[in-house]
RNA sequence: GGUGGCGUGUCCGAGCGGCCGAAGGAGCGCGCCUCGAAAGCGCGUGUUGGGGAAACUCAACCGUGGGUUCAAAUCCCACCGCCACCGCCA
């Protein structure tokens, strides 16, 4: 959520951002008249109230007769500020779903356009020449077959299509990359979260994903729950409804949780293996700071990505991801794409976003700073993404008879260097 | 799942129709005392929104949402959460 108040002061500025966006930049003077209409009804009802508290006072003062008179008259204006009332209610519901509907404001530095408009702000690493190395490189699907590492036709027997089972050396390479994850993330001084994937509603609008992002969220109707894309919504939602101590800022949180993706709107698109999945398993960072410090905090997070994947030795470039793929919540989004060695191309492996004060508005999530209170910056980055991260590991250390070399960072966790056929 | 109890300010805890934004205590802040500190004493100490240069003032907030009433922390209903005991269970 966007501060009413700036909404009110910079109007061009919003209506700018949510046409960098492609968003409908016209809901910002429905904001606008919405909140004019709310804060009318408030003074309103407020003034009736008032004059409401007086007359029940002289009330309660009176005796016999008196009082028996006050009482009758004393009806009408009950009447007339229980109207007032749900008027202001009902200006009130209105202005706030109505300001829900903008996302957030747009960093100036971000590349302006769609999907494809991004900017690649750095490599690392060098791709592997297979030429070199005398073979052609197998897919993670055949790897892990190879291994007995994934299993997707069973998991497509069981659950469906984007399931798939870890089995062996999989699900010990699943334990190990968590391991790592979370004992970096440790001495890097996060505080490791083992959180719920199911939540309620206001758990999953404070954070943004009921917006155009909604048919991506698993739902339990039944049960009125939400199945989480990402342990960045319990992990933003942790601090719901409270006021942090600003001198205990930076919170950094590391959470480890299972994430579910309904993946509306992606048919055929990555449908082998196991780079796009309805579950899997993340390491997500996640930040509570002050509002000045979410920009050296955003790069913070971003080296910690690309330390992790570093750590791989995994090839990478990174990208400012453009206006029109952020996400209604981030002002600025960096992700970090893994080269794929059999599609020739850098697939996204971790991302991270700059939230500014938009998800603790709306979560309600404060900070004491000297006499004053204001909403905190939140931030999140993937450390990492389970089945995307196995896919670039068996793909890029690969060996031509199939076994697979363990990068060696993750050997002390594995307890073995190398993959073996199965 | 069953039964009983409970949700009040930073915390503990009283209040159970009007004089209650709310006693008392702890904590915290300021001052006195002291070489300094503790103890002691005095004063102060919630949040949000509106008006005002300010003093100040108006409105809202006692788990959440409804209802009754001229008037609700206080009565009624529903929901949520917590605690205890019983049953069941990883």
Request: glycine fraction near 8%; aromatic fraction near 8%; charged fraction near 25%.
């Amino acid at each position: 959520m966007i501060d009413i108040k700036y909404i009110r002061e910079n109007p061009e500025t919003v209506r700018a951002s949510q046409r960098g966006r492609g968003e409908d930049p016209s809901i910002v003077d429905q904001v606008l008249a919405a909140d004019e209409a709310r804060r009318n009804a408030i003074v309103e009802f407020e003034a009736l109230r008032a004059e409401q508290n007086i007359f029940s006072k002289s009330v309660g003062a009176a005796k016999g007769d008196e009082r028996a008179a006050l009482l009758e008259s004393g009806k009408s204006l009950s009447a007339d500020v229980k109207a007032a009332d749900t008027r202001r209610a009902e200006a009130d519901t209105k202005s706030q779903e109505l300001t829900l509907l903008l996302s957030n404001l747009l960093d100036p530095s971000a590349p302006i356009g769609g999907e494809a408009d991004f900017v690649v702000l750095e490599h690392v690493g060098t791709p592997r020449d297979f030429s070199q190395d005398g073979f052609k490189p197998k897919d993670h699907v055949e790897l892990g077959k190879l291994l007995g590492a994934i299993d997707t036709e069973r998991g497509a027997k069981v659950s469906g299509a984007r399931f798939y089972y870890l089995t062996g050396v999989g699900a010990l390479l699943e334990f190990a990359l968590v391991n790592y994850a979370i004992s970096s993330a440790v001495k890097a001084g996060f505080i490791p979260m083992i959180t719920p994937v199911l939540v309620k509603p206001p758990a999953m609008e404070g954070t943004g994903f009921l917006g155009q992002a909604a048919e991506n969220v698993f739902a339990l109707e039944k049960d009125d729950f939400y199945l989480v894309g990402t342990s960045e919504v319990p992990l933003a939602a942790f601090h719901m409804d409270e006021i942090l101590d600003g001198e205990k800022l930076p919170l950094r949180y590391a959470g480890y949780s299972t994430c579910f993706r309904r993946e509306a709107g992606t048919y055929g698109k990555d449908t082998r293996g196991i780079i796009r999945v309805h579950q899997f398993d993340k390491v997500e960072m996640f930040v509570f700071c002050k509002p000045e410090d979410a920009v050296a905090e955003h790069q913070r997070i971003l080296q910690w990505e690309k330390d992790f994947i570093s750590a791989m030795d995994i090839p990478f470039r990174v990208i400012d991801v453009a206006s029109g793929d952020l996400g209604s919540s981030a002002t600025r989004k960096f992700d970090c794409e893994a080269w794929i060695p059999t599609q020739g191309t850098y697939r996204e492996v971790t991302s991270t976003s700059n939230c500014t004060e938009f998800q603790a508005r709306r979560l309600n999530i404060r900070m004491k700073d000297g006499q004053s209170t204001k909403p905190v910056a939140t931030l999140n980055g993937t450390l990492v993404a389970i089945p995307r991260m196995i896919v670039a590991i068996l793909e890029n250390h690969q060996n031509a008879d199939g076994t697979v070399n363990v990068p060696a960072s993750l050997r002390p966790f594995l307890g073995m260097t190398r993959f073996e056929l199965v």
